[in-house]
């Protein structure tokens, strides 16, 4: 829908980047022959692998260099290097990892336990943020999370006595 | 900071980072910001992100120290980090597609390494501390001119490189209309850039009247609230004489929200890898034979979107995360002659020390909340 006669002028730097050879654009533009002779580039150094290094099964190596921030460990640990048996297109790769990511949380909590520190949750969670910014909605999500459980509660309550 | 589990970070004594590679840089952060993507990471949306993890893959900083392959940089430089990390060797890397290095990402194939984005993208702890090990530095980092604000170079490392991919991957000819569904700090970014390669139209969407505003002042488009529309495709259809728009961008990704059984199955369920409703918009707004640009960052398992409809209308869809080394001498260029105001965008600073509560502001969008800056203690400028 080209309309030429429409001014600009307002817009600074309008069409200053406009190419009409911009097609094929990136990422396609720089596809070249070389891509065509496999795994074979002259890889960097390798890192030393001092932890655990889960890599994909799409790949036939660990990269040059990796992150070393959590190493696997526990029970999630255990459940990441059973999804890390399965490629990338599988969910059997991804939902285990992400039962593994809510594992982690709860191991984490009871690792602060452990350690003599009890997680403040309402600071982790930004609440402070939530109570200066909106506290009309802090006030009505509590009230209606007690409302539902006090309903939840009576529900069960009769239930029991019947 | 550290992640705790889902909507749970704190801050958190680490140990100092070291050098791990002969190609790697200890940089002290000056500043990192909060970027849209982060909050898939903060709900706990993408799968193998662990607790303990650093997340902020958008920061500047000081090189402390650097590995003996290192001949780029020196110690005391300032430095923007780009996003990607990249060996500049690979196939991929030598096709100027950062974002896709083979040689930095052990866990996925499908994506290079990134600063702290969980063990998807390579496991690397993040930006939003006070020092970070950065990879490859020979190949990332780029020196800030001495002219630059801090707060513009740190936008440098995604939020503009983004926005002004997408724009790119739009492949926009002269007086093309554009439709940008999100208007968070990469889709203001996008309709900015869209103009730069001759938009002749550039509406953008979504649900927060203050951020629509902003982006009307800030990229001098159209915007509209998608909630008073109803049917945004079908507003696209009647805008454009019922053809729809010759380019179409996705810069929401997992987080969208507007449609019912997306943010159900998407957001809530996790039973597709994010909600889909951006790019399902974008789909269907653009015209037979246009191009739909994809920023907006999704999980790695599946998404409910109409291919259908992308087929019997020939559309070309393009997506890549922004390949931040490649577009930085052209994007620096802009900053220079005033073509693109980054550190406008920034509404909040604020300690590392409070970072909860910036991430709580951030994703709820308390307090007119475009872009959040976190500044470390250990920041001198």
Redesign the interface.
């Known amino acids: 829908m080209e309309n030429k006669d429409k001014d600009y002028s307002h817009i600074k730097g309008w069409g200053i980047d406009a190419d009409p050879k911009n097609d094929p654009t990136y990422p396609m533009r720089k596809r070249g022959n070389d891509d065509h002779t496999g795994y074979n580039w002259d890889r960097p150094t390798q890192q030393t692998e001092t932890i655990e290094v889960l890599h994909s099964v799409e790949r036939p190596n660990v990269t040059a260099v990796f992150g070393t921030s959590k190493p696997p460990k526990g029970l999630s640990g255990m459940i990441r290097r059973y999804a890390f048996q399965f490629g990338e297109g599988q969910f059997s790769h991804w939902l285990p990892l992400i039962v593994a990511d809510r594992v982690d949380a709860i191991e984490g909590i009871v690792e602060d336990l452990k350690s003599g520190h009890i997680p403040n949750i309402f600071a982790e969670k930004g609440y402070k943020a939530q109570w200066k910014y909106n506290r009309t909605g802090v006030i009505t999500k509590v009230a209606v999370a007690t409302a539902v459980t006090t309903a939840v509660v009576l529900a069960f309550r009769r239930k029991c006595k019947d | 900071m550290t992640y ?7 801050i958190e004594d680490k140990p100092m980072p070291e050098i ?5 840089a200890i940089v002290r952060v000056t500043r990192a910001c909060i970027c849209g993507s982060d909050l898939h990471l903060y709900n ?1 949306n993408v ?8 997340f902020g893959h958008e920061f500047i900083g000081v090189v402390e120290d650097l590995g003996s ?1 290192v001949t780029n940089l020196k110690v005391g430089d300032q430095v923007i980090v780009p996003f990607n ?1 990249a ?1 500049g ?3 991929f890397c ?4 950062y974002g ?1 290095c ?9 994506v290079g ?1 990134i600063f702290g984005y969980s ?1 998807i993208a ?4 993040g930006g939003q501390a006070e020092y970070v090990r950065v ?2 530095a020979n190949v990332g980092p780029v020196v800030i001119p001495d002219w630059m604000h801090p707060d513009d170079a740190v936008m440098l490392t995604d939020v503009v490189p983004t926005g002004y ?1 997408a724009a ?10 554009v439709a940008i569904f999100g208007a968070g700090p990469i889709g203001i970014m996008a309709a900015k ?1 869209a ?4 938009a ?2 550039v509406i953008v969407f979504d649900q927060e009247d203050y951020r629509l505003e902003f982006a009307q002042r800030y990229a ?1 488009c159209e915007t509209y609230n998608f909630r008073s529309l109803k049917d945004p495709v079908l507003f696209m259809k009647k805008t ?2 019922s ?1 729809g728009a ?1 380019v179409c961008i996705d810069a929401v990704g997992a987080e969208a929200a507007g449609d019912v059984l997306q943010t159900i199955t998407g957001r809530k369920t ?1 039973m597709q890898a994010g909600s889909a409703t951006a790019l399902q918009w974008a789909i269907n707004s653009a015209k037979k034979g246009g191009i739909v640009s994809v920023v907006g960052v999704y ?3 599946g998404n409910l979107v109409p291919i259908g409809n992308a087929v019997n209308k020939g559309l070309t869809i ?1 997506g ?1 995360q922004a ?1 931040v080394k ?1 577009l930085l001498p ?1 994007l620096i260029e ?1 900053v220079k ?4 105001d980054p550190k406008a965008m920034i509404t909040h600073r604020i300690p590392l020390e409070e970072v ?6 951030f ?2 969008k ?2 007119g909340c475009i872009k959040t800056v976190l500044i470390p203690p250990s920041a001198k400028v």
């Open positions: 705790r589990g889902p909507q749970r970070v704190r791990q590679h002969p190609q790697d706990g799968p193998d992100t662990r607790v303990g993890e650093t392959e990390i060996c060797k690979c196939t030598k096709q100027e597609l896709n083979h040689e930095s990402n052990p866990q996925a194939t499908a390494g063990h390579g496991g690397y702890n990879p490859y991919q790119e991957m739009g492949g926009i000819q002269k007086g093309d209309t850039c103009w730069l390669f001759g002749g139209r001098q454009t004489d053809l010759d996790l999980g790695p398992t393009r890549n390949s490649r052209r802009h002659n005033g073509v693109i909860a509560d910036a991430y709580r502001i994703s709820d308390l307090d």
